[in-house]
């Protein structure tokens, strides 16, 4: 028997994904990216764009060209500094595909088949849904363990996949007696805000909802952002003192939130200083902070936009910083599994 090889343990190391998607809203700025910006401070982040995720569904090729340029921009308008930082494309880091079929032979149907978002995503017809969205949980979990990532930020649906992540590590490190991938963590930030839409306080704010008034997104001018706030539905009582009287009121829970979680304050801070209001004052005075608090972001995510040279360079950049982290990562995670070294 050789004694098992050991490893040094692995740093603090934070990792997140977004899929490129497009049209960014208020509900991914308040919910995570924000969040993103908060942690770059002390820590050592790296934040990916999942192109190789976005294509588990069928994606228009220039469409999802010029959505990952746009969430690229829209992470640095955030205020994601690409230099403290690493900020890059999944597909330009190829290590992420390697280690993820490492993983594919890790993981257990049995696992996958209990993923809830696959049987979401894949709907009715499962038959028909791609192999790539099956596996999608186990790319994830290389994603972040290609970085030995311990910390990563994530809206609670995706705290299942994060416990398979931590599965798939487990069972690697037992399977071949090393100590190797940490059992990463969610961040599940205190300030993240759940925001709902616009029209239907139960469902969640969504790019993908048919009304564009359900939503406000990262590219809205500002006076289509007060349009979408006065007709934002609400009921007809006043304002509450207190957060027991926003109960069953989702639709003014959801704009107070909103405002909370922009002004940095909280629900039963806006409540007190709005105390008996109605909801029409209340609507202008939001209206005018998303403006305040999202305008230099849409100012500067369209110029970065207008340059997407600089964007692409950003990335690239990026990618070669990702590269130098996961490559001896890989290396030695094939050299545990027993692949010949080239
Ligand atoms: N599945 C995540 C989502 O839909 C995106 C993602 C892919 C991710 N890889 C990741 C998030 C790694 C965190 C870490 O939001």
Redesign the pocket.
Known sequence: MTTPPTFAAPHKRI?????PTGNLHLGNYLGAIRNWVTLQEGNECIY?M?DL?AITVQQDPAALRSNTREVAASLLAAGIDPKASIVFV?SQVPQHAELGWIFNCVARIGWLNRMT?FKEKAGKNRENATVGLYV?PN??AA??LVYRATH????D??RQ??ELCRDIAQSFNSQYGVDYFPLAEPVIMGTATRVMSLRDGSAKMSKSDASDYTRINLVDPPDLIAQKVRKARTDPDPIPGDPAGLEARLEAKNLVGIYAALADKTPADVLREFDGAQFSKFKESLADLAIAKLSPITTEMRRLLADPGYVDGVLKDGAQRARAIAEPILKEAQDIVGFLRA
Request: proline share 4%; charged share 10%; glycine share 8%.
């Open positions: 990792f997140s994904g977004v899929q990916c999942v995720h999944q978002q999608y790319l994830m994603d972040i990563v930020p994530v809206g649906d995706q996949h994060l």
